[in-house]
């Protein structure tokens, strides 16, 4: 049953006014389409990776239908406390476990996850623990779906794992920029782009660190289903206003990332969007 | 053990430019408390009103000793999808089984909580349920805990249940913007406060909608711990630029909520902190 527009927010067709672009045919068709989500959790993965896109999803599911599935190597409570691992070289593994915690449940494993149209890999400490014990079985699971993908979607170092399993070659791409000199390592001929907010290159988006996602997310749905109407309308009911260039990117600068835009501005001047 | 700063985060400590404040002795003796945080979980919260704040306490507690209590009428997973309700006084409930949810663990029902230092009530569909029910659950939790509590905090429509509970007697508070009208029928001698990003009085912190509770999260730890150092290395390194005015509400513009200041700026201008 379709959520009435009118009942969930009062003032929804009635004060927004939003700068005038019209949805394209693709756009309207995808309105009706019900996307099928994924969204991969290992331990160690950045609560807000998940759920800084998952919140303007789920908001936006009250209008256009969607299904989601949180895939993990098990199902039930997946925590994000990274197990130990190396965070230097030749240093023994450092123990986390008096880092504070929430555990999201996972619905299904890699083996059961349904068909899937759009795929969002998290970053986090886990990351690394993976690479560590060359587990690549979220790479795998990567390789398996990417044909049938529509989107696939990275926030922060998320993007080690989409670079591992090498569907960024000559592709550009993005990561968080604190651990910046660690993600590069990985991937063949991946076009790694130092300031960014995030990238879009095809079907695959990538990220800044963790805050970034949200920006990524409202640009991503802005291209999917046009921003007029529900997309702008969300982003105003959980008051998120969201940073639109994906230029923007002053934690590279904070950050020293190698090949930052020292020129760019640091400052980003925002507000509800359609406003 | 704790976590070494420097293998964290490598450029903690050589990068940032932070603003020349010193913490003051009760700042300092703060860093090393071990706080006790609550968050209250219900069938249709807000995901993003508790990850938010939660991802920046998260990060802090690598530094900070912190512990972590999910708080809901039972244990275990606790969806963020809200049970059928009454969106309209007069109306059939409205079904939300098409939205997306995700699962948060809760750890402790409200008999089994802790000692807590710290409660935040975060807000979502799921408020309203309550209401309409006459659940009083989270209100007599409240009560209850209030006097031995340092803070008191709420994101979005979670100032509903610190209405309820009486304690915001005399007290400015705030809440999302798109439920404004829903939300000021609650509690007596409130000073609800249409424009506010947040609010603080006494030991009790509220915010608007949703993303907003990440921008009172960073004031509030600011308070408690002083933001140099570890407060906003965390916020530049989840790369979020906070909003850092109590006053700037655009939202209530927005949304029309009667008495909203419209001659305030829409815009905000942020940057990452320190820089």
């Not at 670079?163 to 993600?183: P, Y």
């Amino acid at each position: 049953m379709r959520f009435s527009s009118i009942t969930l927010l009062p003032l929804l067709l009635t004060t927004t006014l939003t700068t005038a672009t019209t949805p394209s045919k693709s756009q309207l068709a995808n309105r009706s389409k019900k996307f099928s989500l994924g969204i991969v959790l290992f331990p160690g993965f950045e609560p807000l990776d998940v759920i800084g896109p998952f919140e303007i999803l789920q908001s936006v599911s009250a209008y256009y239908p969607l299904s989601i599935s949180f895939i993990a190597s098990q199902t039930g409570p997946i925590t994000s406390r990274s197990p130990p691992h190396v965070m230097v070289p030749g240093q023994p593994p450092v123990n986390l476990d008096h880092l504070i915690a929430v555990s999201l449940h996972a619905t299904h494993t890699f083996a059961t996850a349904p068909p899937l149209d759009i795929l969002l890999i998290p970053g986090g400490m886990g990351n690394m623990v993976l690479v560590e014990n060359n587990d690549t079985t979220i790479e795998s699971f990567i390789q398996s779906r990417y044909k049938s993908l529509t989107h696939l979607l990275s926030v922060c170092t998320g993007s080690v794992s989409l670079a591992r399993s090498g569907v960024l070659k000559n592709k550009r791409a993005t990561t968080n920029k604190s651990f910046w000199n660690w993600v590069v390592q990985f991937g063949e001929g991946v076009k790694w782009v130092p300031s960014a907010r995030w990238t879009h290159d095809g079907k695959i988006w990538t990220s800044s660190g963790v805050a970034a996602g949200m920006d990524m997310t409202y640009a991503f749905l802005s291209k999917v289903y046009g921003k007029e109407g529900v997309v702008d309308n969300v982003l105003n009911a959980i008051e998120y206003a969201p940073h639109t260039d994906p230029k923007w990117d002053p934690f590279s600068v904070v950050w020293d990332v190698p090949g930052a835009d020292t020129k760019g501005s640091l400052k980003s001047c925002v507000k509800p969007v359609g406003f």
